[in-house]
């Protein structure tokens, strides 16, 4: 399966994904800037992406508390959600998801 990301410049990265794998690993492994800092317990925002919005009703609804979270991130627009909580499936091959300019990784420097 087939995963767009968008840059916050504008450059589109196409990356391979397997049913199962959190969104946030696929972005990772493609090199984008999402440091994931709480490894997918929630207990941050640092993999806040912008789901196209194409795409955004096909996702299973954010959680109740996904959403305190995403109160926290910078940037957060309508079709936000933490990629950390979002689980590839077949019926998402081809997701498009924007990268926001305030995203970044204090890991890879």
């Not at 968008?6 to 984008?32: D, K, N, P, Y």
Request: proline share 5%; charged share 20%; with cysteine.
């Amino acid at each position: 399966m087939k995963v767009q990301f968008i840059t916050a410049g504008g450059q589109r990265v196409e990356a391979q994904a397997s049913a199962g794998q959190r969104l946030l690993e696929v972005a990772q492994a493609a090199g984008m800037p999402l440091e994931g800092t709480c490894e997918g317990q929630m207990a941050c925002s640092t993999c806040h992406v912008l789901i196209s919005p194409d795409w955004f009703s096909r996702l299973k609804p954010a959680s109740a508390d996904e959403e305190d979270m995403l109160d926290l991130a910078a940037g957060v627009a309508a079709t936000s959600r933490l990629s950390c909580q979002i689980t590839i499936a077949p019926d998402l091959d081809g997701l498009t998801v924007k990268i926001p300019g305030e995203s970044r990784d204090m890991q890879r420097g």
